[in-house]
Structures are given as C-alpha cells and as structure tokens.
C-alpha cells in the first residue's frame, strides 16, 4: 500500500504564495500520475492538477497561470507551487496518486493523502 503525506498548507493573504509537498512512501509499488486536488465541505473533489511520470501536466482551468506542478520521479515526490492566491481558492487539498503493484496481481489503485487547508483571506 502506498501512503501519501502532504505538507506546506496554512493561512495566506490574496495575492500570495504557498507551496504544497507531498510524498509518497510504501514498497513494491510503481505510480504513472502524482497531483492535487481539491474539495470544500458538501463539494466534489476537483482536479487541481496532475503530472504523469513523463512529465506530462494537467491544470484546472481555474489555475492555469497561476499554480505550477513538478515532479521527482526518483523520490516520489510532488509539489504544487500557487501563486497570485484568490479566496476561492480556499479548500482543503489531497494528494493523489495512481500506482501499481510490483508483485501479482499487478493491481493499479488510487491513493489518497489526508488533505492539507490552504485558506486565502485577508
């Protein structure tokens, strides 16, 4: 099983940066797509963004410009960079992963962190 631990969330005023980590940890696993996502409460979980093992990136609309993923194939890792933060970006995000098992059956799951509040307010 893989395990996701996210850091870098807090308080920051609109026009502000954060930076968001995550890492993922485990064994005999491989992941093809690291990212975030996020969610308000009674709300969906929605895509932030997403980078392949490739490189290949995926950005909501919402943070096209402004939020810039990257990924460290060698030591699972990924980090959300947010610029020029807005109220409505106000939400707890979650890492994700998709991996599969090394060992049969060679299962492809998603994986989830326990979320981290990123709250933009003055």
């Known amino acids: 099983q893989v395990q996701l631990v996210e850091s870098g969330g807090g308080l920051v005023q609109p026009g502000g940066s954060l930076r968001l980590s995550c890492a993922a940890s485990?064994?005999?696993?491989?992941?093809?797509?690291m990212g975030w996502y996020r969610q308000a409460a009674g709300k969906q979980r929605d895509l932030v963004a997403t980078?392949?093992?490739?490189?290949?990136?995926n950005y909501a609309d919402s943070v096209k410009g402004r939020f810039i993923i990257s990924r460290n194939n060698a030591k699972n890792t990924v980090d959300l960079e947010m610029n020029s933060l807005k109220p409505e970006d106000t939400d707890v995000y979650y890492c994700?992963?998709?991996?599969?098992?090394?060992?049969?059956?060679?299962?492809?799951?998603?994986?989830w962190g326990q979320g981290t509040q990123v709250t933009v307010s003055s």
């Open positions: 485990g064994s005999s696993f491989s992941i093809n797509t």
């Open positions: 994700y992963c998709n991996a599969a098992r090394l060992v049969l059956p060679r299962i492809r799951s998603d994986y």
């Open positions: 980078v392949t093992s490739g490189g290949s990136t």
